[in-house]
Structure formats: structure tokens, C-alpha cells
């Protein structure tokens, strides 16, 4: 849901490499972080532990030490072949993000990343969220310094893999740096596209066309339920907040708002309980004044029980 000024996407939105362009310049995650397996008191079976957040964060190193070293052969290991993000062009897949990191023509100086923090969906899925600073130029232009990123990993055998990938510009920097000219690539549409009308796809746009809705008319009480109690939500005019920061954002946020609509919606199963939505949000209306703008937006979903519940949300203007 769009509310503010929604900003640029860094350089892909997300979904991962948008690559020195039009915002988010990505650089998918990494998935060598193994889970450990606790034998049972059989000794027959095992059980795979969670990941801590110290070893995603070191796989999201690894990935982005690739990045620097242009190894792009690197990134057909180590993302999922459930991998869906976002590009200037639109949405694309596994192919279509590989595509357009590999034809940047870019320099990487250095880059840290920092404030981590990390929410398990289900045994499965691990979304990490953090701060990163860079110092690199893709053809010609200099990317933003000071990023938010949201990094998901599904589990696939005993290797984490990245799911889909977004970083935006971090508000609390004091100068945003201009947005970086990329040269679209073609977006590639993941196969699962063509059957937009699946019933994860309707059941999940559905919620966050529920969510959109109770947005514009203030209704917290429904965004409550909507929401996990681990909600993380990122926005480049707010920053990375909670669940309770974020309700209240939402709550006193001075729009005055006609209509919302959530569509180009596909659905990606993740595990039996975690899944990402992507899709474009539109909003009839005004923000601070401001019309708000179209965006891209994924959202990541977890069940709680029988229900589905909001865990991570990023936003993309289209």
C-alpha cells in the first residue's frame, strides 16, 4: 500500500537487480548458508535447524562480494528458481535478473552492510532486512550510497537461495543521489505468469487488495489483523519500521483518498506456509498534497494457522 510519497526504486526494486538503473541496484543474495541438522533421539531421523542471522547475513555477503567481482556465473547457483523481482522493464525471473546485472557496465569501490535484522516465515523462509552503504557507478553514473534492503531466502535442500531481492534509498541519509540512467532490459515473465488466475494468486490479491482498501479508509483495526506481529515494512520516505511504527504511520499519514486498486498480480510459492505476492498498486488520491504514485510491490506472506498474515512489505513506484 502506497502511502507517501512513494520513492524510487533503487535500482531494481526488487526484486532484485534493477542494476544501476532506475533505483535499486541489486545484488541478489547469496545461499550458502547451510542448516545445521539436530539429530533425533532415534538417531534415524533429523531436524533441520533454523538458520541464524549471522550465517544470512554472511550468505547476503557472499552475494554481494560476487556482485563486486561481476561473477555473474555465481548468481545462477544461488538464486531459486522461484526467483521473481523487478527491473525498470517490469517483472522478470531468474534469467531475466541475471540478464540485466550481467550487461552493467559497472565499477564497485566498496560497500558495508549493517543493522540487520532477520523474521523466520514458517521453517523455510528467512526475509533479511538491513542497511547497506556502497560506493560503486554502472555505466557512467554513481548508484545511491545509503540503502534500505529486504533479501528473502527459501530453503531448498540444504542450501538457502534467494528469493527475490529490493533495496531503495535510505531516507535518513542526507542526500539522496540522483537516480542512475540504466537501460531497460526486456522484461521476462516467470512461466507461472500465464496462470495468473491460480488460486494462491486470487486468494493473496485479494487480502492485499483488503489491506489497500482498509488503508484508505483508516481502518486500523483491520490492518491489525492483516499483519503479522513480526510486519516489517520499507519505505524510502519513512524508513524500515515495525509493525506498530507503521499502523500509526499509516493511521495519522494526511491522504485523502477516492479509490485503490491491486492488479498484474502472480503469486510465488515459497514453502507449504510462506509465499510472496508481487503486483502493481494504484491509488486515486493524494498524499502530504501529492498525487501518489503506481507501484510495484511485493509482499510476503506466512500463515498463522489456517490464515495468511502480512510479514514483509516494499514498495517500488512503477
Known amino acids: 500500500m502506497k502511502k507517501f510519497n512513494l520513492f524510487v526504486l533503487t535500482a531494481i526494486m526488487a526484486v ?14 547469496a545461499n550458502t548458508a547451510n542448516a545445521a541438522n539436530t539429530e533425533t533421539n532415534s538417531g534415524t531421523e533429523t531436524a533441520t535447524a533454523a538458520p541464524t542471522k549471522e550465517e544470512m547475513l554472511a550468505t547476503e555477503k557472499e552475494a554481494w562480494e560476487a556482485w563486486k567481482k561481476r561473477d555473474f556465473k555465481f548468481f545462477e ?29 559497472c565499477e564497485i569501490n566498496s560497500y558495508s552492510l ?3 535484522q532477520m523474521t523466520m516465515v514458517g521453517a523455510d523462509v528467512a526475509v533479511l532486512t538491513f542497511k547497506g552503504e556502497q560506493d560503486y557507478t554502472c555505466d557512467g553514473k554513481k548508484g545511491p550510497a545509503n540503502i534500505l534492503v529486504a533479501s528473502v531466502y527459501v530453503r531448498e535442500g540444504d542450501k538457502w537461495k534467494n528469493a527475490f531481492y529490493n533495496e531503495v ?31 494462491l494468486t486470487t486468494t493473496l490479491q485479494a487480502l492485499e487488495l483488503k489491506g489497500w482498501e482498509a488503508w484508505k479508509n483508516k481502518d486500523g483495526k483491520t490492518l ?10 520499507i519505505d524510502t520516505n519513512v524508513g524500515r519500521y515495525d509493525k506498530e511504527a507503521i499502523l500509526k504511520t499509516w493511521a495519522e499519514a494526511p491522504c485523502e483518498v477516492k479509490g485503490v486498486s491491486v492488479t498484474d498480480a502472480l503469486a510465488s510459492s ?8 508481487t503486483y502493481k498498486g494504484s491509488v486515486d488520491g493524494t498524499c502530504d498534497g501529492d498525487p501518489v504514485p503506481t507501484v510495484w510491490g511485493a509482499t510476503v506472506f506466512g500463515k498463522d494457522g489456517e490464515t495468511w498474515k502480512y510479514f514483509t512489505m516494499i514498495e517500488t513506484p512503477a
Open 114 to 116: 549493517s543493522d540487520d
Open 169 to 199: 534509498p535510505d531516507p535518513e541519509s542526507k542526500a539522496a543521489p540522483a537516480k542512475p540512467e540504466a537501460k531497460p532490459a526486456a522484461a521476462t515473465k516467470p512461466a507461472e505468469e500465464a496462470k495468473s488466475a491460480d488460486e
Open 16 to 29: 532484485m537487480f534493477a542494476a544501476c538503473g532506475d533505483y535499486a541496484e541489486n545484488k541478489p543474495a
Open 224 to 233: 491489525d489483523e492483516l499483519t503479522a506481529k513480526e510486519f516489517t515494512f
Open 77 to 105: 547457483d544461488f538464486l531459486s528458481d522461484k526467483y521473481v523481482g523487478f527491473t525498470p522493464a517490469g517483472r522478470v525471473d531468474k534469467a531475466g535478473a541475471i540478464k540485466t546485472l550481467s550487461e552493467q557496465k
Open 270 to 277: 515459497l514453502s507449504s506456509d510462506a509465499a510472496i505476492l
